[in-house]
T-cell receptor
Framework: QKEVEQDPGPLSVPEGAIVSLNCTYS??????FMWYRQYSRKGPELLMY????GNKEDGRFTAQVDKSSKYISLFIRDSQPSDSATYLC???????????FGAGTILRVKS | DGGITQSPKYLFRKEGQNVTLSCEQN?????MYWYRQDPGQGLRLIYY???????QKGDIAEGYSVSREKKESFPLTVTSAQKNPTAFYLC?????????????FGEGSRLTVL
């Protein structure tokens, strides 16, 4: 079993839709939860970062962590074609520790 | 502009040849990392270094080697012992002891073995 499971998609939505991206993880010791966005042929960039459970909002993006279910989500409101990218979830156990990445979900927002 | 520079962007290699991928950063970060990305598998850690002249194996270090002689530089050598080297290689850096997850990535090097 992989430590982090993520549906690879692709997920195709019309412009303006609400997008929900999800990951599950197996180890309850994970405490830090991240979402990275990766455009085609580029390196990933950090999008959202949360510690422990709860929600975090940044503009059109909301990250949600449910540690009881070992489930993390990224919601994108009013999706734009420029949001088309691969979204990678990542988790880690300790402050400054190495990350474990999900496989990434390919998102396509059609105009 | 501060950032991470990887070179070359594209590289072709014949079987049996070693190849070295360059990674340079001017962010003054202590920690540097090499990841490998394959379709459907996400990023897998090859090696990481938290300080000059010290580095640790990641999850898939076999067939790879690194050095960290300068803070700014963390080159990766893909040796002929790596059985399936064709992949997208990403270098990253972070503040040592900084919040987990704040990695800064380069634009990657795509290696193809012919």
């Amino acid at each position: 079993q992989k430590e982090v499971e993520q549906d690879p998609g692709p997920l195709s939505v019309p412009e303006g839709a609400i997008v929900s991206l999800n990951c599950t993880y197996s180890n309850s010791a994970f405490q830090y939860f991240m979402w990275y966005r990766q455009y085609s042929r580029k390196g990933p960039e950090l999008l959202m970062y949360t510690y422990s459970s709860g929600n975090k909002e940044d503009g059109r993006f909301t990250a949600q962590v449910d540690k009881s279910s070992k489930y993390i989500s990224l919601f994108i409101r009013d999706s734009q074609p420029s949001d088309s990218a691969t979204y990678l979830c990542a988790v880690s156990m300790e402050y400054g520790n190495k990350l474990v990445f999900g496989a990434g979900t390919i998102l396509r927002v059609k105009s | 502009d501060g950032g991470i520079t990887q070179s070359p962007k594209y590289l072709f290699r014949k079987e049996g040849q070693n190849v070295t991928l360059s990674c340079e950063q001017n962010l003054n970060h202590d920690a540097m990392y090499w990841y490998r990305q394959d379709p459907g598998q996400g990023l897998r850690l090859i090696y990481y270094s938290q300080i000059v002249n010290d580095f640790q194996k990641g999850d898939i270090a076999e067939g790879y080697s690194v050095s960290r002689e300068k803070k700014e530089s963390f080159p990766l050598t893909v040796t002929s012992a790596q059985k399936n080297p064709t992949a997208f290689y990403l270098c990253a850096s972070s503040i040592a002891g900084g919040p987990s997850g704040e990695l800064f990535f380069g634009e990657g090097s795509r290696l193809t073995v012919l």
